[in-house]
């Protein structure tokens, strides 16, 4: 990915639902065919995502709530990456 990506803005793909699982007790994705189980980071990344708030924007907010996370604008990229070549996101 490339430096511009800080000005992106993501978010779901069309299909795709964000929200909490009573019955998983953890964030999920949902899409038509399934669900997929996030993490805690992957969940922190993904309400962040309000079709406003620009890539650059939410790493600045998670190293503001977890200013001791060593290398977390790494992983944020990372974990989009991966997002985006699944297809669960896109970045506009």
């Not at 795709?16 to 969940?43: T, W």
């Not at 709530?65 to 989009?80: K, T, V, W, Y």
Request: net charge negative; proline share 4%; charged share 25%.
């Amino acid at each position: 990915m490339s430096d511009d990506i800080l000005l992106k803005v993501p978010a779901l793909r069309r299909g795709f639902r964000f929200q909490f699982e009573p019955a998983q007790q953890c964030h999920v994705l949902l899409y038509p065919e399934g669900m997929i189980k996030l993490n805690d980071s992957a969940s922190e990344i993904f309400k962040r995502m309000d079709g406003a708030r620009t890539v650059g924007g939410i790493i600045a907010d998670l190293q503001t709530s977890f200013p001791g996370a060593e290398g977390i604008e790494e992983d944020i990229l990372a974990f989009l990456e991966v997002a985006v070549e699944r297809f669960w996101i896109e970045l506009r």
